[in-house]
């Protein structure tokens, strides 16, 4: 039996910084990242879907959108960005990853924690998530 997935590409920009990193990303900078979410169903549904990529768009794009786009992706035990972000940017669009914001740690989140909340009830698992931050460099979390 082939084993069949259905792949949804989702576009965000995010500032980040790599805490305790020896070069450049240790400053505050963004990119224009680019997501494939890869989905698994035990079964194709009764028309050959693994799902609609619709709900792939709604409910991972939709996490993103809400969460990432347009904001500042930070590692929760950066106090600076910590203070940073309750006191004088409060009301600036921010989230406190619990690991280091590297593709990596970013995927890794967006497949074990994110794809099981946002998918939970339609049958399908998240199995891979490839997370482009640059045009030359990815990170790729699989199951």
Known sequence: MSKVQAVRRVQFC?????????GKCAHMHG?????????????????????????????????VDEN???????????EDLRE????????????????NPTAENMGDYLLNVV??????G???QLVKVVIWETENCFAEVTL
């Open 31 to 63: 990119h224009n990242y680019v997501v494939f979410f890869h989905a698994e169903a035990g079964d194709l549904d009764q028309i050959g879907r693994v799902i609609d990529f619709s709900i792939l768009k709604e409910k991972l794009g939709g996490w």
């Open 122 to 124: 339609t049958g399908v």
């Open 68 to 78: 990432w786009d347009h904001g500042f992706v930070f590692f929760k035990k950066d």
């Open 115 to 120: 794809g099981p909340e946002q998918l939970k």
């Open 14 to 22: 995010s500032g980040h910084r790599v805490l305790g990193h020896e």
């Open 84 to 99: 940073l972000f309750e006191g004088k940017m409060a009301g600036h669009k921010h989230f406190a990853l619990p690991l």
